[in-house]
């Protein structure tokens, strides 16, 4: 079963009515990694220690949260669900049970992610997030690190943490999708800088649209054969032109 995610209010309680699942690119966007693995398949041993080596997580131990297991429960689940960032990534391999990982949005809404058995995530670092149990009331995780772990919860607000700054950064530079379409970006693109931001139909349309009225004003106004003289030479300036 692939990952949950859909969109909760700032309370948790009015968030189980409505679950209208939102697609997995949601969770690109905001720089948030998962996999999937089957805990009790030996093969995702290897699979896990591929993703450790390839992201370098060398750290690595081992979390019960369940009400008899845990020292100060109630404490943990409330420190838990207080929104908060790290400074690095935050690497959870759920191993039993389920929770919900909260993780703000673009628009600073809340996201809800529902972990379950053999679900990896990475939240990026400088991410707002918030945790809670799911109904099962238990869940036990496999916590890595890249390094010497810490585990240092700065509750929000943060805006003044080069982290987050540097997060919300990378956001905004990843998705200015706003420009693209524009003809100054054109090269940014053949660049390959940017190739896959979403390109936003009306704008396109907004720029065609543009040259199109132009092009009919001229054809009123100047004789046919210069018309045919200025399309030429307009269309290879503006590089639409196909190459024979
Ligand atoms: C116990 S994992 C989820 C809680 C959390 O966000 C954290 O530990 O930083
Ligand atoms: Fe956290
Ligand atoms: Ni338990």
Known sequence: MALQVWTVGEDDEDLKNHRELLPLSKLQEIGVLYWHLDPKRPESEEELAKIRKDRGYNYMDHLDICPGKLANFEEKLKNFFTEHMHADEEIRYNLEGGGYFDVRDKDDKWVRIWIKEGDIIVLPAGIYH???????????????????????????????????????????????????????????????????????????????????????????????????????????????????
């Not at 003044?160 to 990843?174: I, N």
């Not at 706003?178 to 190739?195: H, Y």
């Not at 649209?209 to 290879?236: E, K, N």
């Open 130 to 244: 918030r945790f809670a149990l799911d109904a099962a009331n238990h869940v036990k995780l496999m916590k890595l690190f890249l390094g010497e772990p810490v585990w240092i919860a700065h509750n929000r607000p943060q805006e003044d943490h080069p982290v987050w700054q540097e997060y919300v950064k990378r956001l905004t530079d990843d998705n200015a999708g706003g420009l693209v379409g524009a003809p100054w970006t054109s090269s940014l693109l053949a660049n390959g800088k940017k190739k896959d931001w979403p390109i936003q139909s009306s704008k396109l349309w907004k720029n065609n649209s543009t040259y199109v009225c132009f092009f009919y004003l001229i054809w009123l106004i100047v004789p046919p054969p210069l018309f045919s003289v200025f399309c030429s030479h307009a269309l290879y300036l503006l590089d639409v032109m196909p190459e024979n």
